[in-house]
Nanobody, 115 residues
Framework: QVQLVESGGGLVQPGGSLRLSCAAS????????MGWYRQAPGKQRELVAA???????NYADSVKGRFTVSRDNAKNTVYLQMNSLKPEDTAVYYC?????????WGQGTQVTVSS
């Protein structure tokens, strides 16, 4: 059994920053890929950023240059540093981790960018 627990969401003004964390616990000691999706009201869930076990990263075009994904394998934790936040970044952010053919998901954390 694997559990992903997110933290760090909240309300921030446009131009501000937030850092999301997602800690994994359970039967998998090292995941293939970890990362973040988000889902805004009325929209489909979309990939925000991902990081492979070897460190290769992938970002949505809309967040390139503003968001940074990283991971600490010793802590089985993935992070998302979000800078220069915009109102359109408002969404529920979900962390995920995959181990071969199985995907694991966090419960989601709300990020609201508003003045």
């Amino acid at each position: 059994q694997v559990q992903l627990v997110e933290s760090g969401g909240g309300l921030v003004q446009p131009g501000g920053s937030l850092r999301l964390s997602c800690a994994a616990s359970g039967s998998v000691s090292r995941f293939n890929a970890m990362g973040w999706y988000r889902q805004a009201p009325g929209k489909q869930r979309e990939l925000v950023a991902a990081i492979a076990d070897g460190g290769r990263t992938n970002y949505a075009d809309s967040v390139k240059g503003r968001f940074t994904v990283s991971r600490d394998n010793a802590k089985n934790t993935v992070y998302l540093q979000m800078n220069s936040l915009k109102p359109e970044d408002t969404a529920v952010y979900y962390c995920y981790a995959d181990y071969y053919i199985t995907d694991y998901w966090g419960q989601g954390t709300q990020v609201t960018v508003s003045s």
